[in-house]
């Protein structure tokens, strides 16, 4: 009952807010987009929701839970099936120095940057790089890579998953041009969805980027190790915190991704412990994007210029 509620305050007035973008469009292109901008705060929460399908933690019964994520994947360009299964190796390697790459913002280590070419170290950079990571980076994720379970290819039904999501999403924005012509999309699904999708990338980037993050070795590597110490505690306004679902408390989401969105405020009350663990603001999240290279003997996240000094 809680779940359907929390679906429904997040459904209705993401759904609300399209028709009153649609209907702005008569009145001003400017207050169309101030809406649609507005409800990507929606469509985050959306997302959010679909995370939790994907962990089990929505619905008590799966086959419903992973029918709304499949559903949900279409307003946020994700294929269901694809994700739930790129995210499940995030979780189940997250500070694995062994087994990085799949479902993470990818992070090199002191050495490794310093043993690549040039040229490498330069490809890195540009990917690091915050007009790549927060401006091109969601357009890329959103709208291109997800139409291709990649790093899934092998298997028939992560392509059923993502064939399956772009024939609905076209079907959709078929429908849309149809009845709207070519406005609706321009200036509604597009600002919505990409601004969205850069919310959304932030977020994941701040949740395992800071300079305290955790890292080991194949054989020094431990689950709950990288969860507590891993992942960090957002600390965000209560508006903020409830439209990004407390995803910002990523520390004890990591630690066990069967709790429900709307349970882990009651886990910190009930652990003080955990509430006060990796705490970042933003301010400080602001200042971790300068944060790069993953220094195994200080155990650290350090900047270009601090990895370059500590080699010198």
């Not at 944060?291 to 270009?304: M, V």
């Amino acid at each position: 009952m809680r779940s359907a509620f929390e679906l429904g305050v997040t459904v209705g007035p993401f759904l609300l807010l399209w028709v009153l973008a649609w209907w702005s469009l008569s009145v001003s292109y400017w207050l169309t987009l101030a809406i649609s901008m507005i409800n990507a705060a929606f469509l985050l929460r959306l997302f959010a929701i679909q995370h939790d399908c994907g962990h089990g933690a929505f619905f008590n019964n799966r086959t419903l839970s992973d029918w709304l994520g499949r559903v949900i994947g279409v307003l946020t360009l994700t294929p269901y099936d694809v994700w739930r299964r790129t995210h499940s190796i995030h979780h189940s390697s997250s500070g694995n120095l062994a087994r990085r790459g799949i479902g993470e913002v990818y992070t090199m280590t002191v050495v490794e940057y310093y043993e690549i070419t040039l040229l490498n170290r330069l490809k890195y950079r540009l990917y690091r790089n915050p007009v790549v990571m927060f401006g091109l980076g969601p357009s890329y994720l959103f709208f291109l890579q997800n139409r291709l379970p990649l790093g899934l290819m092998a298997s028939a039904k992560y392509w059923v998953s993502a064939m399956c999501t772009n024939a609905a999403l076209l079907a959709c924005l078929a429908l849309v041009l149809h009845f709207g012509g070519l406005m609706p999309i321009l200036l509604i699904f597009l600002p919505t969805t990409l601004l969205a999708a850069t919310a959304g990338v932030w977020l994941f980037y701040v949740q395992h980027q800071f300079e305290d993050a955790h890292w080991d070795s194949e054989e020094d590597w431990q689950l709950h190790d990288s969860a507590l110490k891993g992942s960090s505690h957002y600390v965000l306004p209560s508006v903020l915190q409830w439209l990004s679902a407390n995803i910002g408390i990523h520390h004890v989401h990591h630690l066990y991704s069967r709790i429900p969105f709307y349970r882990l405020p009651e886990v910190l009350r009930d652990h003080i412990e955990l509430a006060d663990g990796n705490r970042m603001t933003i301010r400080q999240s602001v200042g971790n994007v300068r944060l790069h290279l993953w220094d195994e003997k200080s155990k650290r996240l350090l900047s270009f210029s601090q990895a370059r000094a500590s080699c010198r």
